[in-house]
């Protein structure tokens, strides 16, 4: 067997694994075998590893990567563990966006730095760009070779069943074999995708992202224009307004990212894109701006909430990148090496503010609670402004501000 296959059947069989342990996963939740906080801590382990493994498996060796998917994975199963003590429950906690969020970002942006650290070095930009772009692209192919699958399953299973035989349906039928071929399907592509490395790679995907580098500034300069026009009161009905800014900020800063690349050998050399590239570095933070503006004058106006402080977040993210992008270009010569290390910087403030967020510094619930409970005491709004639904949703710190508002509102006085 030549080292090709053999790599592989490894990854088809680690795809495999991947699939049966996430449905029998499923099957010990579904039971109720394991105390709730031991199965979140064996689902998000579990779901962490396999996917960290899978992306580490092409560009280190197998052992290796495994370690490195593990450390990733305890990190973020750990975290999730310790913020669902928030809640009575799990599935509590599991209905907030929080554990989604967070378990993305713990999941997959460390995973590049995992691979650099094995290398040139955990800060090496030129890996970490290559890298994180090529996991996506990964993933990308490997997901749609997936579906061709199942496409290719299904129409065999209506061809056959013309004739009557119904064998690929009855397999199919079997609980945890959907889950098998999932999984060592989607190991098979990844394998195959990282044999191919030199076709299937996302320097495509990056040139034609760079093209949209002067329409993207054309539509900022226009709305940076119409600002003075149309005034900021249209801007922040809800938190719509924000999310639509952080948004194009996001957009933005990737953009910007394309354009310089992983060196200035591979940077733009186009004298319009690189022009463009330097003045949506400049406009960045006023989209960011505005949209932190908007979720203050949510809050302002209506407290904190969960949703708030994650929008909040957010926006002290896009803030970031807007000024050091700005800052950068500013400064003059070698304002691309200067930008590239403000991605690296970022990059590791979003896997501190994720971690953040999933502890006892960073609660949105507690925040949330308290802001509500300090706006009734002092008088900024009454009971019946108040949305006391939503204070259930918010664990234990809802619970105790809503017994902590009855006690007030029975007070005399």
């Given at each position: 067997?030549?080292d090709?296959?053999?790599?592989?059947g490894?990854?088809a069989?680690?795809?495999?694994?991947?699939?049966?342990?996430?449905?029998?996963?499923?099957?010990?939740?579904?039971?109720?075998?394991?105390?709730e906080?031991?199965?979140?801590?064996?689902?998000?382990?579990?779901a962490?590893?396999?996917?960290?493994l899978l992306?580490?498996a092409?560009?280190?060796?197998?052992?290796?990567?495994?370690?490195?998917?593990?450390?990733?994975?305890?990190?973020?199963?750990?975290?999730?563990?310790?913020?669902?003590?928030?809640?009575?429950t799990?599935?509590?906690?599991?209905?907030?966006?929080?554990?989604a969020?967070?378990?993305?970002?713990?999941?997959?942006?460390?995973?590049?730095?995992v691979?650099?650290?094995?290398?040139?070095?955990?800060?090496?930009?030129?890996t970490?760009?290559?890298q994180?772009?090529?996991i996506?692209?990964?993933?990308?192919?490997?997901?749609?070779?997936?579906?061709?699958?199942?496409?290719?399953?299904?129409l065999?299973?209506?061809?056959?069943?013309i004739v009557g035989?119904?064998?690929?349906?009855?397999?199919?039928?079997?609980?945890?074999?959907?889950?098998v071929?999932?999984?060592?399907?989607?190991?098979?592509?990844l394998?195959?995708?990282?044999?191919?490395?030199?076709?299937?790679?996302?320097y495509?995907i990056?040139?034609?992202?760079?093209?949209l580098?002067?329409?993207v500034?054309?539509?900022?300069?226009?709305?940076?224009?119409?600002?003075?026009?149309?005034g900021?009161?249209?801007?922040?009905g809800?938190?719509?307004?924000?999310?639509?800014?952080?948004?194009?900020?996001?957009?933005?800063?990737?953009l910007?990212?394309?354009?310089v690349d992983?060196?200035?050998?591979e940077?733009?050399?186009?004298?319009?894109?690189?022009?463009a590239?330097?003045?949506?570095a400049l406009?960045?933070?006023?989209?960011?701006?505005?949209g932190?503006?908007?979720?203050?004058?949510?809050?302002?106006?209506?407290?904190w909430?969960?949703?708030?402080?994650?929008?909040?977040?957010?926006?002290?993210?896009?803030?970031?990148y807007?000024v050091?992008?700005?800052?950068?270009?500013?400064?003059?010569?070698?304002?691309?090496?200067?930008?590239?290390?403000?991605?690296t910087?970022?990059?590791l403030?979003?896997?501190?503010?994720?971690?953040?967020?999933?502890t006892?510094?960073l609660n949105?619930?507690?925040?949330?609670?308290?802001s509500?409970?300090?706006?009734f005491?002092?008088?900024?709004?009454?009971?019946?402004a108040?949305e006391l639904?939503t204070?259930?949703?918010?664990?234990?710190?809802g619970a105790?501000?809503?017994?902590r508002l009855?006690?007030?509102?029975?007070?005399?006085g």
């Amino acid at each position: 067997m030549t080292d090709v296959m053999r790599q592989r059947g490894l990854m088809a069989l680690i795809g495999g694994l991947a699939g049966v342990s996430l449905y029998l996963l499923a099957k010990v939740l579904d039971r109720g075998l394991l105390d709730e906080r031991a199965a979140l801590a064996l689902a998000a382990f579990a779901a962490a590893f396999f996917t960290a493994l899978l992306a580490l498996a092409g560009p280190l060796a197998l052992r290796r990567a495994a370690v490195g998917a593990a450390g990733v994975a305890a990190v973020g199963a750990g975290l999730l563990v310790w913020a669902s003590l928030r809640f009575d429950t799990v599935g509590q906690f599991i209905e907030t966006p929080l554990w989604a969020l967070t378990g993305t970002v713990l999941a997959f942006v460390p995973l590049p730095f995992v691979i650099a650290a094995s290398g040139p070095g955990w800060r090496d930009y030129p890996t970490l760009f290559g890298q994180a772009w090529t996991i996506v692209v990964r993933y990308a192919a490997a997901w749609l070779f997936v579906g061709a699958v199942w496409a290719v399953i299904w129409l065999s299973d209506a061809l056959l069943g013309i004739v009557g035989l119904r064998v690929i349906e009855d397999l199919i039928l079997v609980s945890f074999v959907p889950w098998v071929i999932t999984g060592a399907t989607l190991g098979l592509a990844l394998a195959v995708v990282t044999e191919l490395a030199d076709l299937v790679s996302p320097y495509l995907i990056l040139r034609l992202l760079r093209l949209l580098l002067p329409v993207v500034l054309v539509v900022m300069v226009v709305f940076v224009l119409a600002l003075p026009l149309r005034g900021l009161t249209g801007l922040f009905g809800s938190l719509s307004a924000a999310a639509t800014l952080l948004a194009m900020a996001a957009a933005a800063a990737t953009l910007v990212t394309t354009a310089v690349d992983q060196t200035d050998l591979e940077a733009t050399d186009s004298v319009l894109l690189g022009r463009a590239t330097e003045g949506l570095a400049l406009i960045l933070p006023v989209p960011a701006g505005l949209g932190g503006y908007a979720v203050w004058l949510r809050v302002a106006q209506y407290g904190w909430t969960p949703d708030r402080v994650l929008a909040a977040v957010v926006a002290v993210l896009g803030l970031g990148y807007g000024v050091l992008y700005a800052v950068a270009v500013l400064r003059g010569a070698g304002w691309m090496a200067r930008i590239r290390q403000a991605n690296t910087t970022m990059a590791l403030a979003l896997m501190a503010a994720a971690a953040l967020l999933l502890t006892p510094v960073l609660n949105p619930e507690r925040i949330a609670a308290n802001s509500q409970l300090a706006r009734f005491s002092g008088g900024q709004t009454d009971v019946e402004a108040l949305e006391l639904a939503t204070f259930e949703q918010w664990g234990r710190a809802g619970a105790a501000a809503l017994t902590r508002l009855q006690e007030l509102s029975l007070a005399p006085g």
